[in-house]
Antibody, heavy 126, light 110 residues
Framework: EVQLLESGGGLVQPGGSLRLSCAAS????????MSWVRQAPGKGLEWVSG????????YYADSVKDRFTISRDNSKKMLYLQMNSLRVEDTALYYC???????????????????WGQGTLVTVSS | QSVLTQPSSASGTPGQRVTISCSGS????????VNWYQHLPGAAPKLLIF???MRPSGVPDRFSGSKSGTSASLAISGLLSEDEADYYC???????????FGGGTKLTVL
């Protein structure tokens, strides 16, 4: 059974930093891309960042570019999100998600999240 | 403002068929496949439809997806009270080089 367990959330002041972690189990971690998706209070889902199977390719939403860094440790089956220069608007429940993608060499690209964790709450407030 | 446009709400009575639309553009929906997620309060989002019209194992065939041009739709037939949830469409955007979501549609079963 696929399991994704996020941790590291908490209360932080604006301008501060936080590192989220996601422990993966139940699947072959090093052949799957991964992503972070967040949901602010009362808002919809927002994709934050994605990383390739080996970790050599990373992608970010414009809202977090140059402030957040996604990384992974395949030997430990862990996914991370380093969040710096945090803003009040970064307050959200952060989900770790397992990615399925294909079609990179075709005209049609498919990229979706087939399993999600339960999320970890990040609150940015003074 | 979300890149993909969904109605904020939808409703139906038990047994009815409801559809939820998702409108995008040439850089996302037209050229890439659309996926749909169901999100119940307090739970993790769940994949409902991938690649426009494919159902993961375990998802009832009451749920179906379709796409045409820059628009996609999720249809739910034989509506059940347990279908009351938020529904999101999503796809890859070639211009943004990332995933985009719709704003979500809150489905109420009357």
């Amino acid at each position: 059974e696929v399991q994704l367990l996020e941790s590291g959330g908490g209360l932080v002041q604006p301008g501060g930093s936080l590192r989220l972690s996601c422990a993966a189990s139940g699947f072959t971690y090093n052949i799957n891309a991964m992503s972070w998706v967040r949901q602010a209070p009362g808002k919809g889902l927002e994709w934050v960042s994605g990383i390739s199977e080996s970790g050599d390719a990373t992608y970010y939403a414009d809202s977090v570019k140059d402030r957040f860094t996604i990384s992974r440790d395949n030997s430990k089956k862990m996914l991370y999100l380093q969040m710096n220069s945090l803003r009040v608007e970064d307050t959200a429940l952060y989900y770790c998600a397992k990615v399925i993608w294909f079609g990179e060499l075709t005209a049609t690209f498919t990229y979706f999240f087939d399993h999600w964790g339960q999320g970890t709450l990040v609150t940015v407030s003074s | 403002q979300s890149v993909l446009t969904q109605p904020s709400s939808a409703s139906g009575t038990p047994g009815q068929r409801v559809t939820i639309s998702c409108s995008g553009s040439n850089s996302n929906v037209r050229i890439n496949t659309v996926n749909w997620y169901q999100h119940l309060p307090g739970a993790a989002p769940k994949l409902l439809i991938f690649s426009n019209d494919m159902r993961p194992s375990g998802v009832p065939d009451r749920f179906s997806g379709s796409k045409s041009g820059t628009s996609a739709s999720l249809a739910i037939s034989g509506l059940l009270s347990e279908d009351e949830a938020d529904y999101y469409c999503s796809t890859w955007d070639d211009s943004l080089n990332g995933v985009v979501f719709g704003g979500g549609t809150k489905l109420t079963v009357l």
